[in-house]
């Protein structure tokens, strides 16, 4: 990976403001009578119409649709949100920045291989939060074994790897690069 540094927290929140819509993949936990993000994938200026999927369980709900920018800014805010009728709260206020990542093209990061190049965002969460338990989750979706394989399977269609049970990230975002003559695509994990 090369150009890795750090971009100010506000600077991805104000883009994320100004966007119509996002396509978000979020996985929450239940926390206080409403459900907390554990760990979310947004992608920006993506055309591609999102085919909405939600798996609700006691213990975990994995939703992907398409949400308003300024919603998902509120969020990676720390502001409470109503998502697909649901509370959503935020582990904690962001850090003020983010780890930055310039990617080439068909470079596999985070299990995610994209043609072009592109930036991800990451943002880590605060090591506090509490983990979703190991129980087994049966509801409205595919039965598993753990939230692990849950999450796996709904952000990448793979069994659980280390990297995945070891997830911090609350966040990341990722763009196509302005230097591949595409437009700005920001795609990737997020809060």
Request: include cysteine.
């Amino acid at each position: 990976m090369a150009n890795n540094g750090q971009t100010d927290t506000a600077e991805l929140v104000a883009m994320l403001s100004k966007r119509t819509t996002v396509n978000v993949r979020l996985a929450l936990v239940p926390h206080d009578q409403q459900w907390q993000l554990h760990h979310g994938q947004i992608t920006l200026d993506d055309d591609t119409p999102v085919t909405e999927r939600a798996w609700r369980y006691s213990t975990a709900a994995f939703l992907e649709l398409s949400l308003p920018g300024p919603t998902v800014a509120a969020l990676l805010r720390g502001d409470d949100q109503d998502v697909h009728g649901l509370q959503v709260v935020a582990p904690s206020p962001p850090p003020s920045s983010a780890s930055t990542s310039r990617l080439r093209g068909q470079q596999e990061w985070d299990r995610v291989t994209t043609p072009w190049p592109r930036t991800e965002w990451i943002l880590n969460r605060d090591t506090n939060t509490p983990q979703p338990g190991h129980d087994l989750l049966v509801g409205d979706g595919p039965s598993f074994l753990n939230f692990d394989q849950a999450l796996s399977a709904f952000l990448y269609q793979r069994p659980p790897t280390t990297a995945t049970r070891a997830v911090r990230t609350c966040g990341a975002s990722s763009s196509r690069s302005a230097r591949a003559g595409l437009s700005r695509s920001p795609s990737g994990p997020t809060c």
